[in-house]
């Protein structure tokens, strides 16, 4: 059973990251022929403005409860040798995570509101005629798993930190 679940773990852990991925691959071949289109036609692609920002934010949004529970943020480690040295690093990860998926707990419930805002105004976008609160639900709902991933993090760091040492072997 274990074998299973970890496998179904994988299984959908990779959907975000394959999400991203095609975004950004999307991104890449959206922003390629917007140059192209505009420097020998002078015919730029009008909706590139639109499919920028939701590709972005699909690209950014869609990985982040993925990467934050991995603990694969970009980090700045001038003080890992001091606090490896005192043995903190562990105490260190368990008040960060804790920390900073509380913390997420205000954005996600802003986004929400602006989100709703937009609704309630019917704003979409110039080219897609999509409407943006969509795309606000979207980044507050994966900050929110975000927040919860971090504090899951935080959890499992304090209480079975052989379980994150476990998934990265």
Excluded: K
């Excluded at 999400?19 to 022929?33: G, K, R, V």
């Excluded at 990467?67 to 005192?86: A, K, P």
């Amino acid at each position: 059973a274990g074998n299973a679940m970890s496998r179904l773990l994988r299984i959908l852990s990779a959907i975000p990251t394959v999400t991203a991925c095609i975004a950004l691959f999307s991104l890449m071949l959206l922003t390629f022929s917007d140059v192209m289109l505009r420097s020998i036609w002078n015919a730029p692609i009008q909706a590139g403005a639109d499919l920028t920002r939701v590709l972005m934010a699909v690209t950014v949004f869609s990985v982040m409860p993925l990467l934050s529970f991995q603990g694969r943020h970009i980090s700045v480690d001038l003080l890992d040798g001091l606090f490896e040295r005192f043995r903190l690093a562990r105490y260190r990860d368990i008040l960060v995570n804790l920390l900073c998926g509380i913390l997420l707990i205000w954005p996600t419930q802003r986004i929400w509101v602006l989100a709703e805002r937009s609704r309630s105004f019917g704003d979409v976008m110039e080219y897609l005629g999509m409407s943006v609160h969509i795309l606000g639900w979207f980044i507050a709902v994966m900050t929110g798993v975000t927040a919860v991933a971090m504090i899951l993090r935080g959890l499992v760091l304090a209480f079975r930190p052989d379980l994150i040492e476990a998934s990265h072997d």
